[in-house]
């Protein structure tokens, strides 16, 4: 069962009591939240859009700071056509033609919400390594706010830096 729960959920990434809440239930029922059959339970902030391959969400846990901060969140990528994990947590998952799904998707968020400016990333494998919290695969759509006296950056984990 532990390297079940390794495998779905990082909890000390964790960054909002109810966020680690949320994901210690999860974990004792042995199930992924941004699974299709248990999102809707397990996440606040409705489906905004929705493809073939991803579904689009505001974050449940907005980094601080950001103006607007949103997730798409890879459905399984299991097809008749194309068997990879039916939990994809590696680019391998990733069937080749969902990346232009995503990228349209965000392309249409990013006119809906008329950004001037935002980023984009995406984290994979060993959550210990990159700070994730779930290993779904998941994209992040972030836009910060505009540059004023005494602006910092908004900073998100994507590894340990080597010294």
Not at 7 to 34: D, V, W
Not at 49 to 54: F, I, L, S, T
Not at 90 to 119: N, R
Not at 131 to 140: D, E, K, L, R, S
């Amino acid at each position: 069962m532990e390297a079940m729960k390794k495998k779905l959920m990082l909890t000390e990434n964790a960054r909002h009591e109810k966020q680690l809440a949320k994901m210690q239930e999860c974990l004792s029922l042995g199930l992924c939240p941004f699974c299709p059959e248990h999102f809707k339970k397990y996440h606040d902030a409705p489906v905004l859009m929705e493809g073939n391959w991803w579904i689009i969400t505001k974050n449940d846990y907005p980094y601080e700071g950001s103006t607007h901060h949103y997730l798409a969140i890879a459905k399984n990528f299991h097809t008749d056509s194309h068997k990879t994990s039916e939990h994809p947590t590696d680019l391998k998952d990733i069937h080749p033609v969902a990346w232009p799904e995503l990228f349209k998707l965000f392309t249409d968020l990013e006119k809906k919400l008329e950004v001037k400016g935002g980023g984009v990333f995406l984290r994979f494998g060993d959550m210990s390594r990159t700070g994730a919290t779930i290993a779904h695969i998941h994209v992040h759509f972030i836009v910060g706010g505009e540059k004023k006296d005494g602006s910092e950056w908004l900073c998100a984990a994507l590894g340990y830096k080597n010294k």
